[in-house]
Each structure stands twice: as structure tokens, then as C-alpha cells.
């Protein structure tokens, strides 16, 4: 019995030193006991030794001291392939850090629009696949789970194959844009835009915050779009036609939507692909200035489309002669706006160029926000540049490039855009001289022509307008850029002294590269503090005639100060926000004065002297005109006289419009005025019945 026992702790020492015996592969872990007859291990043990260093395979956390030891133990020296095959892996990584689809260029500082095109990056590099090689092992060894190898070999073959494709690619990329560079050069003067050129106008420094998009990244697959019957959809007025098909309105389930049906029902394969290729696109989007895809009827014969409703479109607005005289530069900027974010998602996020962007494809819903539609032309963007043979997208809006049938990318869409933009300036149809297409092609594509932009046109908006239709597309901004532009043409559009724009531009602009288009008071008071430098000024009288309450919130405690109050202020008395501290301390002087009423209307001013006796008076602010007469004289008997301000030959004074005296301030006016008997200051109305944030609470 004891030699038995010897003889059985002889064997357990004999497996435990085969199984620490060190090999060229990771061996597999198994419960069950190693044939030392199998194929597969004798050719493990004719592999030679290799002096190369050893790949260890990272330990999980969670795996105890004994898995560690095996972990350690199955080590693999590298073959010569391998090495290959890494270095390979190596490259692709880092050559997938330049494969970056960048929604936005970090513009220079131009003193005019674009007569010098922006630094041009002709260098291009070989593009691969980021995603990780099928045929790579794992490396994780789990118990009692053999792993899969592959021949290395095999992916080395593989890694230089896409390497070679995809310089193929880069090499055509690399000549489309020599010959786009050799008409640039050969055209210079070509390139000059029309007009007059301003010299005062200095683009705001942009940075680019937008998040990096690895195109190599594999791409998200929808899961479809919602399905809905025939009989669920019930059309009932015809709006208009789309790309390839007519648009309805409709009641689906309820809800009022927009119904877009081919216009053949027997499709051909083409058509059926086109169908289900814009059903495709629209499933993958979500986004407020995008317009809603709500489902599809994919049924043969009964193919529709279902959208939400919007009340109009942005070319009807702008051209009909009783709407576009409703809407201030400032709000058709706003709709501006409102179509470069919806297509900065586009570019940005779900890589789509539109191909057929015009004011007719921006739909306006009842709230007046503008939401991109039609993508019946668009294509997901997976490398670099598109290039078809036949051109796509309406002419009148449509980049050189893509007409002359050339590889185009996003930057088409920037050049569409530049000509709706000229379009909302001026609320006219562009190109309308234009006849014939051919002389139209030989205009756009040879010549250069573009729309011509009114001299009284903001330096700003016109520079972004010419930057967006620039011949060269390297020279067009991204929409991120251009959406940072339209917020600095906001500002000019809202505030009109220049030293106003600065500061709204340097405080509530640049600082976080977004527009703050309403401040909140505590926001706007620490500023002035910074400014003064006297953090123990008092601000409360300036802060009745700033402060109103927002339009974009339902809390009624909340504090504003909007760009439009922000002007009329600094037009009743001078730049307030300048370091000098004497306006303010005017301000504050002129409203402890019982006569001072502020921001009142007419009527209300009327009725507030008709419950004082005769010789009654007050001073208003006025709205009409706050630059020339900032102030009204009110008095008893609906009597109002302007108060006009004299500012030249280096002198200020105040004086009633009509008469002849000239005072020093408006409070001289009121103590030494002998063309009216302003006898008895009319008083303010007492706290119980006046709120001083509410200008026309009584």
C-alpha cells in the first residue's frame, strides 16, 4: 500500500511539470486530460524556440491567483508574419486619425470677403478601416474554452489589400483637387466678388467645439420604419410636388400629417429603390429643424410616406408680396439660422449630404421654425467625395462642381446655402435673367457669375454669403462655422451702434462660441461690475429700464436683458456699458425725479395726468424715435411734445421740438422751461400698483 501511494504522487509531480513546461502557442485550457498522441500538440513541440520577446495576454480583474499563473504561463512568441501584421495595425490606426469627417474649418481673420482663398491642404493620406481585423485572435484566455487562431498570413494579405484600395481612392481625391486648384489660379480675377468691398468688417475668431467623427466607425443600423396601413391614412388637401412624388395633407391616427405619395405606384427597381432609399434616410434622423418622419406604407401599389405637417414653405414666404413684408431682417436671419442647424445635424451627425437644398425644401411650421425636408436626392456620405455622372439637385441652387459632374462632398450643400441666404436678403428669386441652361452652365461654371448683393447689405452678411458660394469649395465654411456667423449677424441686426455690437459680441458671444440673445440680470450686472470696476454701484435704476421678463420660460421671477432692450437703452442715453460711469449716475439722478415716468405709452401717460389738476406734467421715453428725441414732455389735456437731442460741435443739450431754447439736461429743461407752464409734477405710481420690471403694469 505504500509504494502504491509513492508511486501515484510520482505521477501528480510528472503531469504538474509537463503542464509548467513553457511552449511557442497559447495552449488551451481544458478539464479533460491532454493525448499526448494528438496532431495537433506534436506540432506544437516542433516548433523551434524564439529569442523574440513574449506577448502576455492582459489578466481579467476578476480572475483569481490560479488564473493568473495560467495566464502567465500561456505565453506566444510572435512568428516574423505576425510582426508584419502588427505594424500593419499600426499604421491603420494612425492613418485613421486623419480620416476625419471635421464639420467645420477654423476661419482666418480677413479684413474683406474672400479674394484669397484659406490655406489649402493638398496632402492627402491613405485611408483604412478602423475596425479590428476578423481573423485577429483573442487573447483573453478563459478556462475551459479553447480559442480560435487564424493563419497571420491571411491578415497580412487582407491589410494590404485595403491598403492599396484605399490609395487608389486618396489618388483620385488627390487630382480632382489639382484641377479644381489650376481654374482656381487660372481665374483669380474671376474670383473677386461684386460690389462694393467693405474695409470694416473683421471676422470674430471661431473655434471649432464640434465632437471628431471617425468615419471608419461602423455605421448604426435602423431598426426600420414604423409600418402604417393604407387604411390608417386619410389625404385630403393636394399641397404641392415633391422630388418624385406629390405631398398631401392628411389625418393618420389622429394626428394632422403630411402625406408624400410616388408618383407611380408600379414601381420600376429603380424607383422602388429610390422610394425605400429616402424612407431610409428620414428614418434615421431626429432633430427639431428636421422635419419629423412619423412612418411609411411600403405596401405595392399603396407606397406612402408619412411626415409631420408644416404650414408653408420658405420660398412661398419670402415671395409673396402681403408675407415678406412681415419679417424683419433680424427674424428671417433667425429662420437662417434655423436651416444650418438642421443641416449642421445632417452633416455632423448622420453624415448626409442633401443634394437639392433650396428655400422650397425648407418648410415653415406654425411656430415659424424652419425645417429641412426632401431628401429624395441625398446620399450617406461614406468616404471622402461623391461623383455621379448626371448632376443632381435644382440648377438655380446647385454647386459648379456638381453640375460640371465633378467628386463634390458636404461643401455642395455649403454653396446651396450661400444662395438661400442671398435669397432671404433680398426676398427675390435668384437668377431670374437667366433663360437658357445652357448660358446659365457656362455663367456659374466659367465665369463665376453669382447674384448681386445690395450695397446697404450688413459687412458681416455679406461676407458669409460670399464665403458660402466661393467657387473653391475648400474655401466654403462648414455649417458649425456657419452657424457661429449667423449668431454674429444676429447681433448686427438687433443693435445697431457699433460700440454696442462689441460688447455684446465680446461678453455674450465669443466666450462660450454661442449666442446668449437673452442675458439674466445677475449675468448682466456682474458684467458691469468687471467693467466699472465698482462693485458697490448702484444699478437698480438702470436695472427697471433693462430688465424685462423672458419669453422663453414660464418662471415669471426670471430676469432678462434682451438685445433689442439693450439697444433702446443705449439709444435713450448713450453707451451705458462704457467704463465711464457718468450715464449711469445720470440715469440714476433722472429717475429719483417724481416727474420721471420711464418706459410708458401715450395712453397710459394720458391717463395718469388726467387724474391731476391743470398744470400737471410728466417725462416718458420714446419709442419712435429714441436715437434723435429719446424723451416725450406729457402734459394734462393729451398734450405731447417731443424732446429732441442736440449732440454736435462737441456740445450735448436738450430742447422741445418746435421751439428754440437749448438746455444743458433734461433736468434744466423741466426747472427753467418758459414755453410750457409745467407747474405740477405728475407722481409715479405707488408699489402697491406698479411693477417697475413691467413697463406697462398700472
Known amino acids: 500500500m505504500k509504494r502504491f501511494f509513492q508511486n501515484l504522487f510520482k505521477r501528480k509531480e510528472v503531469q504538474n511539470n509537463t503542464s509548467n513546461k513553457p511552449t511557442g502557442t497559447t495552449t488551451p485550457q481544458s478539464s479533460t486530460p491532454q493525448n499526448n498522441t494528438n496532431p495537433q500538440n506534436n506540432t506544437r513541440k516542433e516548433q523551434p524556440q524564439q529569442t523574440a520577446p513574449t506577448v502576455t495576454t492582459a489578466p481579467s480583474t476578476t480572475t483569481n491567483n490560479t488564473n493568473t499563473n495560467t495566464n502567465t504561463n500561456n505565453t506566444a512568441n510572435p512568428q516574423p508574419s505576425q510582426q508584419n501584421t502588427n505594424n500593419n495595425n499600426n499604421n491603420n490606426n494612425n492613418n485613421n486619425s486623419n480620416n476625419v469627417f471635421t ?200 407606397m406612402q410616406i408619412v411626415t409631420e405637417l408644416c404650414q408653408t414653405d420658405l420660398e412661398k414666404l419670402l415671395h409673396n408680396d402681403r408675407t415678406k413684408k412681415e419679417f424683419t431682417l433680424f427674424r428671417r436671419m433667425q429662420m437662417a439660422k434655423d436651416a444650418a442647424l438642421g443641416m449642421n445635424w445632417l452633416h455632423g451627425i448622420t453624415r448626409i449630404v442633401h443634394n437639392d437644398l433650396k428655400t422650397a425644401n425648407l418648410l415653415v411650421d406654425i411656430n415659424l421654425r424652419v425645417k429641412v425636408t426632401d431628401f429624395g436626392f441625398s446620399q450617406i456620405k461614406e468616404g471622402e467625395e461623391f461623383q455621379d455622372k448626371a448632376a443632381k439637385g435644382t440648377p438655380l441652387w446647385m454647386a459648379p462642381e456638381v453640375m460640371m459632374g465633378n467628386p463634390y462632398n458636404e461643401k455642395a450643400d455649403v454653396y446651396s446655402f450661400g444662395i438661400i441666404l442671398w435669397e432671404i436678403l433680398t426676398k427675390e428669386a435668384p437668377y431670374s435673367h437667366h433663360k437658357d441652361y445652357d448660358i446659365f452652365f457656362n455663367a456659374i461654371c466659367h465665369e463665376r457669375e453669382r447674384p448681386p448683393i445690395p450695397i446697404d447689405t450688413l459687412p458681416s452678411l455679406r461676407h458669409l454669403i460670399q464665403i458660402c458660394w466661393d467657387h473653391n469649395p475648400q474655401n466654403r465654411p462648414s455649417f458649425s462655422e456657419i452657424l457661429f456667423r449667423l449668431n454674429e449677424i444676429l447681433i448686427d441686426c438687433a443693435i445697431d451702434l457699433d460700440d454696442g455690437r462689441k460688447f455684446w459680441k465680446d461678453y455674450f458671444l465669443v466666450p462660450k462660441q454661442e449666442l446668449q440673445e437673452e442675458v439674466e440680470w445677475a449675468d448682466f450686472e456682474k458684467t458691469l461690475k468687471q467693467i466699472h470696476k465698482q462693485p458697490n454701484f448702484d444699478y437698480s435704476p438702470l436695472k427697471e429700464l433693462l430688465v424685462q421678463q423672458s419669453h422663453q420660460t414660464v418662471q415669471k421671477t426670471k430676469q432678462v436683458v434682451t438685445m433689442d432692450r439693450f439697444d433702446k437703452v443705449a439709444k435713450w442715453f448713450g453707451p451705458f456699458y462704457d467704463p465711464n460711469t457718468e450715464i449711469i449716475e445720470n440715469i440714476n439722478k433722472l429717475s429719483a425725479k417724481v416727474w420721471f415716468h420711464g418706459d410708458i405709452g401715450r395712453e397710459q401717460a394720458t391717463s395718469r395726468l388726467s387724474k391731476s389738476p391743470e398744470g400737471s406734467f410728466l417725462i416718458r421715453l420714446s419709442s419712435t424715435e429714441p436715437k434723435t428725441c429719446p424723451f416725450t414732455l406729457s402734459m394734462k389735456n393729451n398734450q405731447h411734445r417731443r424732446i429732441q437731442l442736440i449732440d454736435e460741435n462737441n456740445f450735448t443739450g436738450f430742447k422741445i421740438q418746435g ?33 417697475p420690471y413691467d413697463p406697462f403694469s398700472e
Do not use: W
Not at 434744466?668 to 409734477?681: A, G, T
Open 103 to 302: 464639420p467645420g474649418v477654423i476661419s482666418p481673420k480677413l479684413t474683406s470677403p474672400p479674394e484669397s482663398p484659406r490655406p489649402q491642404n493638398n496632402t492627402t493620406t491613405p485611408q483604412t478601416n478602423n475596425t479590428p481585423n476578423a481573423a485577429t485572435p483573442n487573447k483573453t484566455n478563459t478556462p475551459n474554452s479553447p480559442s480560435t487562431t487564424a493563419s497571420p498570413s491571411n491578415t497580412t494579405n487582407n491589410n494590404n489589400n485595403n491598403n492599396n484600395n484605399k490609395t487608389d481612392v486618396s489618388i483620385n481625391h488627390t487630382s480632382s483637387e489639382q484641377s479644381l486648384n489650376n481654374v482656381n489660379n487660372n481665374n483669380k480675377e474671376a474670383e473677386k466678388p461684386k460690389g462694393p468691398t467693405p474695409n470694416d468688417y473683421t471676422p470674430l475668431d471661431f473655434v471649432d467645439s464640434s465632437p471628431k467623427i471617425d468615419s471608419a466607425q461602423p455605421k448604426r443600423k435602423a431598426s426600420g420604419p414604423p409600418e402604417i396601413l393604407p387604411e390608417e391614412i386619410d389625404r385630403t388637401d393636394f399641397l404641392g410636388q415633391g422630388s418624385f412624388g406629390s405631398v398631401y395633407k392628411g389625418k393618420c391616427r389622429g394626428q394632422e400629417v403630411a402625406v408624400k405619395i410616388p408618383r407611380k405606384q408600379k414601381l420600376s427597381l429603380y424607383e422602388l429603390t429610390s422610394f425605400r432609399h429616402e424612407v431610409k434616410i428620414m428614418s434615421k434622423i431626429f432633430h427639431p429643424n428636421v422635419v419629423l418622419f412619423l412612418g411609411a406604407c411600403t405596401q405595392s401599389g399603396k
Open 659 to 691: 421751439k428754440t431754447a437749448v438746455y444743458n439736461s433734461l433736468i434744466e429743461l423741466v426747472e427753467k422751461c418758459n414755453d410750457y407752464p409745467l407747474l405740477v409734477p405728475c407722481p409715479k405710481f405707488t408699489q402697491e400698483n406698479f411693477n
